[in-house]
């Protein structure tokens, strides 16, 4: 996700922090009735697949309730919750707009839905993206203290010139991120549970390589934005990830970082402790198409 072209001052409308009026009232039935369609959709098969943590987001948020959520109710429940609000945005953001945002328990949320003849398309994170995809896992204590201290990493590392590198954990944690529960592996990524297909391609597919998370290791990983992920990365709990990226100093970490090669999306290297190995079958058959 490239951020580089985006103006620098807000678009007319919206105010210096770069939110907009969610203006709920203004949703048409059909845009209603999209977010049905896509959470009927998801909502079948996430049970047994998703974590607990989300399903357990999903049901305290009354996500359920039909129709696309009014931001004000939603952020009411969270707030509740873990203090964390849904603030609706244009589309992306700033990076630092975004971190400042995530730094105060903020989340950013388009407030646009994508139309019914694209239910699987999407350019910009969508409402359905935002909201059904994060909102529920930061109903979860430890991941909403994750994604604060992200928010702030992401400040620390604009000074740092490491944006690369701590924009490639949040690809492969809070958006594409598997947990190994004692059931078995689950999703949480928001890319992931808000995808139809990658839900079960994530978990299901042979083709990726499902690789224990290593801090260092993901930071070197270059990732695709435009297809399924080749690589997705296990973290062990959201005790350990919180722990994993908030008791060390980031700064020497970034300096071993750029000193090493970026790693290739599909690469495993004979360090990584591979959950199940991938037969990149998906990823072969693109690159011959
Ligand atoms: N803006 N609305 C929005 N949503 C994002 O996920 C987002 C953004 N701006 C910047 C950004 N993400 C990146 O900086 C992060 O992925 C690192
Ligand atoms: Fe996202």
Redesign the pocket.
């Known amino acids: 996700?490239t951020?580089d072209t985006?103006p620098t001052h807000p678009p007319e409308g919206a105010a210096a922090d770069w939110t907009v009026p969610q203006n709920w009232d203004r949703y048409t039935p059909e845009e209603h009735g999209v977010w049905d369609t896509l959470f009927a959709r998801q909502a079948a098969l996430l049970p047994g697949r998703a974590s607990d943590a989300y399903l357990r987001g999903l049901d305290v948020l009354k996500l359920s309730k039909p129709g696309i959520p009014d931001f004000a109710e939603l952020s009411d429940r969270l707030m509740g919750l873990t203090g964390w609000q849904v603030v609706a945005?244009p589309?992306?953001?700033?990076?630092d707009?975004?971190?400042d945002h995530m730094a105060n328990r903020r989340f950013?949320?388009?407030s646009f839905i994508r139309r019914a003849d694209q239910l699987d398309y999407l350019q910009?994170?969508d409402v359905f993206h935002?909201v059904f995809g994060h909102v529920p896992m930061l109903a979860d204590p430890v991941f909403a203290d994750y994604l604060e201290a992200y928010g702030k990493g992401?400040q620390r590392a604009v000074g740092l010139d490491a944006?690369k590198y701590?924009?490639r954990l949040?690809?492969y944690t809070v958006?594409f991120g598997l947990v190994a529960e004692p059931e078995g592996l689950r999703i949480y990524g928001a890319g992931i549970v808000s995808s139809f297909s990658e839900s079960r391609f994530a978990l299901e597919d042979a083709s990726p390589n499902r690789i224990a998370f290593d801090l260092e290791r993901v930071m070197r990983t270059e990732y695709r934005i435009d297809d399924f992920q080749q690589n997705y990365f296990v973290i062990p709990s959201f005790e350990e990830l919180l722990s994993a990226t908030t008791q060390i100093d980031f700064a020497p970490l970034y300096r071993t970082v750029r000193r090493q090669s970026d790693l290739a999306p599909g690469e495993v290297l004979p360090d990584d402790v591979v959950v199940t190995r991938g037969t990149q079958d998906y990823a072969r058959g693109k690159a011959l198409a």
Do not use: R
């Not at 589309?91 to 990076?95: F, M």
């Open positions: 996700m951020t985006l945005v589309g992306l953001v700033p990076d707009v975004f971190f950013v949320a388009g910009e994170p935002d992401g944006l701590l924009a949040y690809w958006e």
